[in-house]
């Protein structure tokens, strides 16, 4: 069964930046698209980011130009490297394919105080 365990989370003054990191577990990884996702409390889970096995890339409007999305086959982790962060991207931030169908992991609380 795939497992996904995000990390990197934590708190940061806007402006600044963090990077997650989300280990997929299962031979899936290389051939998969994976993505970020961000809930906010009182708000639906929301798509941040995608890459794909050959490492083409998408991204929600609202982090555009601020967040990369990145993987690393070989270690089977997909990144989120989160620059210029504002208090709205406080949020549970989860890994996942691209129609959400593995389990869902514990996410990494990113908390940005303004």
């Known amino acids: 069964q795939v497992q996904l365990v995000e990390s990197g989370g934590g708190l940061a003054q806007a402006g600044g930046s963090l990077r997650l990191s989300c280990v997929a577990s299962g031979s899936i990884f290389s051939s998969t698209t994976l993505g970020w996702y961000r809930q906010a409390p009182g708000k639906e889970r929301e798509f941040v980011a995608l890459?794909?096995?050959?490492?083409?890339?998408n991204y929600a409007d609202s982090v555009k130009g601020r967040f990369t999305i990145s993987r690393d086959n070989a270690k089977n982790t997909v990144y989120l490297q989160m620059n210029s962060l504002k208090p709205e991207d406080t949020a549970v931030y989860y890994c996942?394919?691209?129609?959400?169908?593995?389990?869902w992991g514990q996410g990494t609380q990113v908390t940005v105080s303004s």
């Open positions: 890459i794909t096995s050959g490492g083409t890339t």
């Open positions: 996942n394919g691209r129609y959400r169908t593995y389990p």
